[in-house]
C-alpha cells in the first residue's frame, strides 16, 4: 500500500539544524510531489513547502525562505527537509504529505505519521 | 492568523447535521479548488474532501461540501462519535504560491 515513513524524534538546541526524512512506498517516487507540513503542540497546520522528486524543483512558503531545503533520493525514495538556525519557535511534529496538482487543484492524499523535532536549551 | 479562516469549534448531538465554513479570497478559494482535512486526536491528517467535492475511496457520503465564490463549507450528517475531531480547510492560493491552511475546527460530539 502507499505509504510514508518519516524519520524519528529528534531533540536539538536553538541554532541547530535538523534533517527530517520521509520514504515512500507503493507507488513511483517521482510521480508526485513532496509536501512538508508542520504543526506546533495545540496550533494548527503550517504548510512549509513542496517539491517535485523528479525535477528537484521546490517551492518554499515565504516564512521558511533562506532556512529550509528539500531536497531528495531518488534511488532510495526518500524526500529530505532540513530546517537550520533552529529556535523554540520551532518545537512541532513535522509531516511529509503527497501532493497531487495541477492548474486550479492542488491537495495531499497521503501523509506519514509525523516526526517530533523538539528544539531546547 | 491563518490565510483561510474558519470557526474554532463547533458542536453536534449524535444523528445532527453540522456544518463548518471555510473563508478565503479570489486568491485561493476564489480560484482554486479547496480541500478538506481530518485529524483525529494524535494521528497525523487525513484527506477527507479534495477537489471541492471528491472524496476518497472509503469516506463516507454523509460527508459533503458546498462552495460559493470565496468561501465553502463542510457539512457532516448522522453525526457520529468517531467524528469528533480537528478538521482543516486548505486550498493553493495564487498570491502566495503555495498551500495556505485554516486554522482548523475542533469538532465536538455530545
Known amino acids: 500500500q502507499v505509504q510514508l515513513v518519516q524519520s524519528g524524534a529528534e531533540v536539538k538546541k536553538p541554532g541547530a539544524s535538523v534533517k527530517v526524512s520521509c520514504k515512500a512506498s507503493?507507488?513511483?517516487?517521482?510521480?508526485?510531489?513532496i509536501n512538508w507540513v508542520r504543526q506546533a503542540t495545540g496550533q494548527g497546520l503550517e504548510w512549509m513547502g513542496w517539491?517535485?522528486?523528479?525535477?528537484?524543483?521546490?517551492g518554499y512558503a515565504q516564512k521558511f525562505q533562506g532556512r529550509v531545503t528539500m531536497t531528495k533520493n531518488a534511488s532510495i525514495s526518500t524526500a529530505y527537509m532540513e530546517l537550520t538556525s533552529l529556535r523554540s519557535e520551532d518545537t512541532a511534529v513535522y509531516y511529509c504529505?503527497?501532493?497531487?496538482?495541477?492548474?486550479?487543484?492542488?491537495?495531499?492524499?497521503?501523509w506519514g505519521k509525523g516526526t517530533t523535532v523538539a528544539v531546547s536549551s | 492568523q491563518s490565510v483561510l479562516t474558519q470557526p474554532p469549534s463547533a458542536s453536534g448531538t449524535p444523528g445532527q447535521r453540522v456544518t463548518i465554513s471555510c473563508s478565503g479570497n479570489s486568491s485561493n478559494i476564489g480560484s482554486n479548488t479547496v480541500n478538506w482535512y481530518q485529524q483525529l486526536p494524535r494521528t497525523a491528517p487525513k484527506l477527507l474532501i479534495y477537489s471541492d467535492n471528491q472524496r476518497p475511496s472509503g469516506v463516507p457520503d454523509r460527508f459533503s461540501v458546498s462552495k460559493s465564490g470565496t468561501s465553502a463549507s463542510l457539512a457532516i450528517s448522522g453525526l457520529q462519535s468517531e467524528d469528533e475531531a480537528d478538521y482543516y480547510c486548505a486550498a493553493w492560493d495564487d498570491s502566495m504560491n503555495g498551500v495556505v491552511f485554516g486554522g482548523g475546527t475542533k469538532l465536538t460530539v455530545l
Open positions: 517539491m517535485n522528486p523528479n525535477s528537484g524543483n521546490t
Open positions: 507503493g507507488y513511483t517516487f517521482t510521480s508526485y510531489d
Open positions: 504529505a503527497r501532493g497531487i496538482g495541477g492548474s486550479y487543484y492542488y491537495y495531499m492524499d497521503v
